[in-house]
């Protein structure tokens, strides 16, 4: 049995069919990118995964079993925006999670747990680059600092799977590089499973070991939300040539439409 | 020359203008005055300079021959006394309930309709009530304040709960946090400096409040002291209190302001940068 099973997702909204029949299996480890026209369902697929939506059809198994219903600390998150704390510190930002963790009425650590958190804080921000910014607040950094703190503090608490919701779309072509570099160390490093969504598909086909294509297969002109997108292809990254990457291109463009509200 | 709108005033310039108005309103005052007094320098209406200054020392620096008591320092001392107790039970049940309905979609299906009902009631109009359920002391003078100010309080509490981003709480309980620690850590010290925002914007309600139930039933206070002595027309002592109150005001909204951004300089900062369209 494989690690996450996806079996025969669908989600409506009243009459709106964003998803319908997504089957999938993931093993432990994969790094999943997911693109598609804006408006295709990814995020509400991620959010599924996440636990905020829940499907009208159908179900995700986490390990053999229904995967819980809300966030948990075994689902790590990171957002374009508005991910890290503004009151805390950067290095507070990152002990906050196992300060959650070990201290269930006040959330706060003192002593020598607290040093120890505090240490393994540092490192973790050391290697994700912010060692020289633990005690800023996060709007005093840059968008992609913002981010590298958003991932040192999902990854505080360990998660098995890692949820990323274009989590470089704001950032310079630039930056992005460097956090794309970031990203792959830190799946190999943590054995993580990651679902991505990007809407850069040189991105998908760069990283990941699988990249997943939204699109919907079926389309009525008279009832544009009678049918939802599926998993059009999946692909594992490495055989993926540049004819394809065209193709796809092509395709993506020509099916986007604008983001339904959700 | 350049457009009205984009010519600025240097810092000379702004105090000059600042103060203005000022000086032609004390201006205008001498000249009405000093009319007035020609005319019969018996009228109370626009005292001069000098009976302001007799009154004031009548009532900051000598003792009342009849209770003995400095009138101005006992009166202060008691309306703000009053003040702080209804402000400050009044900000902590709004931080309380804010933060409860505003996390709790339970609580607040349950206590948000209820909260806007009350909000709505004129707290003068149950004045009465008070006086009858709670006497005619401290508590009745206390309460007037309490439930003319905590409704405010906890919707504009509750909707700063509300507007924190959903990211965020779900970002916390990705990291394993509960119902009460993302209360305690993500939402109270991010709503802490609101509510010293939404106190600051009170507090003109709560002085209205506060000189309400004084000139009605009291023995002392600011508040009473004007009613009390609007008697005898004695404007050397009203415009003085007046303005004492004024001062007083003055100096709670910038000792707040001062508070907030001493220990919560992230909340300014973040502010200031999204002002600037970032």
């Known amino acids: 049995m494989s690690y996450i099973d996806i079996n025969n997702l669908w989600k409506e909204y009243g009459d709106q069919v964003v998803l319908e029949r997504i089957n999938a299996q993931v093993k432990k480890g994969d790094f999943i990118t997911i693109v598609g026209a804006s408006g295709c369902g990814k995020t509400t697929f991620l959010k599924m995964l996440l636990g905020t939506e829940s499907p009208s059809r159908g179900a995700i198994v986490l390990d053999g079993k229904p995967i819980p219903a809300e966030p948990s600390a075994e689902r790590g998150i990171v957002f374009q925006r508005y991910s890290v704390f503004p009151h805390m510190t950067v290095l507070k930002n990152v002990m906050l999670a196992r300060e959650l963790e070990h201290s269930r009425l006040l959330g706060l650590l003192f002593g020598t747990k607290r040093s120890a958190a505090k240490k393994e804080a540092t490192e973790l ?64 490093q943590h054995q993580l499973t990651i679902f991505m969504i990007t809407h850069d598909l040189k991105e998908g086909f760069s990283l990941g070991t699988r990249l997943w294509v939204f699109d919907k297969l079926r389309h009525d002109p008279q009832a544009p939300n009678a049918y939802g997108a599926r998993v059009t292809y999946d692909i594992p990254v490495g055989q993926a040539d540049r004819s394809l990457y065209r193709q796809l291109n092509r395709q993506l463009d020509a099916n986007a439409q604008p983001a339904t509200p959700v | ?70 009138l101005l320092w006992v009166d202060t001392a008691s309306s703000l006394t009053r003040l702080a107790w209804g402000v400050g039970i009044s900000a902590l049940a709004g931080l309380v309930f804010g933060v409860l309905n505003g996390t709790i979609p339970f609580l607040r299906a349950s206590f948000s309709p209820m909260v806007t009902f009350l909000s709505l009631i004129p707290p003068m109009a149950i004045l009465p009530i008070l006086f009858i359920g709670f006497g ?100 050397d002592v009203i415009l003085p209190y007046v303005l004492w109150i004024t001062l007083l005001a003055f100096v709670v909204d910038y000792g707040l302001k001062k508070i907030s951004l001493w220990c919560f300089p992230w909340f300014h900062s973040l502010t200031a940068t999204q002002g600037n369209g970032k």
């Open chain 2, 136 to 235: 005619l002391g401290e508590l009745a003078k206390v309460m007037l304040i309490v439930i003319g100010i905590t409704p405010f309080l906890i919707r504009d509490l509750q909707q700063r709960v509300l507007e924190i981003p959903a990211e965020q709480l779900i970002k916390a309980q990705t990291l394993g946090a509960s119902t009460w620690q993302i209360m305690l850590r993500v939402v109270l010290p991010q709503v802490l400096p609101r509510l010293i925002d939404a106190v600051r914007l009170s507090l003109g309600a709560a002085w209205l409040f506060l000189i309400a139930a004084e000139a009605i039933a009291a023995d002392q206070g600011l508040g009473y002291r004007i009613f009390l002595v609007r008697r005898y027309l004695a404007m």
């Open chain 1, 125 to 188: 921000l050391e290697r994700v680059g912010l060692g020289h910014a633990l005690n800023k607040y996060p709007h005093e950094l840059s968008g992609g600092m913002q981010q590298r703190l958003a991932l040192a503090q999902s990854l505080m608490r360990k998660p098995a799977i890692l949820l990323l919701d274009e989590p470089f779309g704001a950032l310079d072509p630039g930056i992005r590089a460097d956090m794309h570099a970031l990203v792959l160390d830190l799946w190999k």
């Open chain 2, 1 to 70: 020359m350049k457009k009205l709108i984009n010519q600025h005033p240097n810092k000379t310039a702004r105090w000059f203008l600042g103060l203005l108005p000022f000086a032609i309103l004390l201006v205008l005052y001498l000249i009405a005055s000093d009319a007035r007094l020609t005319e019969n320098p018996n009228d109370k209406l626009l005292p001069a300079f000098a009976s302001f200054g007799d009154a004031i020392y009548r009532m900051a620096f000598e003792a009342n021959k009849r209770s003995g008591d400095i």
